[in-house]
């Protein structure tokens, strides 16, 4: 068996290629598409087994290298807005393990309704209870609130040494307390009073520099950032040009599988 240690690595990743694509092509699987991990950055031991893409850049805010997380990392306007809440009057408190995420879903809800999010980002009441049912001790739920009521949530992923900060609400009407960076400035706390490395906060909707979401994000993170890659790989060349075929999408399609293309899916019989 080989192992993982650093010098078995290519090994690993060879030995792994050759024995998935067996089972590939005994289970009748045509293609792959993978997302690698930012933080884990696992996609460079796999650049001889797919066709990787680079995405986009994602944000973390660094924990275990600095004192005061919040002096290095969070921009001086976002440091001055959370002075300013917290000086109002704006409260918080960290939920770990919780039982329920029915306060979070319905501020959740508003948020995607105000911004007109796609439905993709709608997630449902199965999977907020399987968080709850699957994932219960890695959660991590985050409030906010100003004179008794709930201005802001957010809903973390904790693992090891690291936080993912996966979902955020926010009421319209109280955006001019900060309740977003609020939320943030909470987690930094907690997560340094717990030992842990770094905050993940993901990337933008795109990859371009002025995505508004990430800029949000940066805030948060001004220093060292993290890449997002994906793979593919085409198990079944002989099928999957076939399948092609017989779908004929548009040559400039990005889609991965390109037979996937919505514009051009049709029924094999």
């Given at each position: ?53 680079f995405k986009r850049h994602t944000i973390q805010t660094n924990l275990a290298d600095t004192d005061d997380p919040i002096l290095t990392e969070y921009s001086a306007s976002c440091k001055r ?91 319209q009407e109280y955006h001019g307390l900060a309740p977003a960076y609020v939320l943030q400035y909470a987690l930094v706390l907690w997560g340094k009073e717990k030992g842990k490395a770094l ?71």
């Amino acid at each position: 068996m080989i192992s993982c240690k650093d010098g078995d690595r290519l090994a690993l990743v060879a030995a792994f290629q050759q024995a998935f694509g067996d089972y590939c092509r005994e289970n009748g699987i045509v293609a792959e598409f993978v997302r690698f991990h930012p933080v884990v950055k696992n996609h460079l031991d796999f650049s001889d087994c797919y066709e990787l893409s680079f995405k986009r850049h994602t944000i973390q805010t660094n924990l275990a290298d600095t004192d005061d997380p919040i002096l290095t990392e969070y921009s001086a306007s976002c440091k001055r807005d959370i002075r300013r809440a917290l000086k109002a009057g704006v409260e918080y408190r960290i939920m770990e393990h919780p039982e329920n995420l029915n306060a979070f879903k319905e501020l959740y809800y508003s948020t995607m309704e105000r911004n007109d999010a796609q439905a993709i980002y709608y997630f449902n009441d199965e999977y907020f209870q399987n968080c709850i049912d699957l994932l219960g001790p890695y959660l991590v739920v985050v409030e906010v609130t100003y004179q008794g009521n709930i201005i802001g949530m957010s809903l973390s992923f904790v693992c090891g040494d690291f936080i993912h900060v996966h979902l955020t609400g926010t009421l319209q009407e109280y955006h001019g307390l900060a309740p977003a960076y609020v939320l943030q400035y909470a987690l930094v706390l907690w997560g340094k009073e717990k030992g842990k490395a770094l905050i993940h906060h993901g990337g933008g909707r795109t990859g371009e520099p002025d995505d508004k979401l990430y800029l949000f994000k940066k805030k948060f993170g001004r220093n060292e950032e993290f890449d997002y890659f994906i793979g593919q790989k085409v198990w079944n060349p002989a099928v999957y040009d076939l399948l092609c075929r017989y779908a004929n999408p548009p040559l400039n399609t990005e889609q991965f599988p390109a037979y996937r293309n919505q514009s051009s899916l049709v029924t094999i019989n």
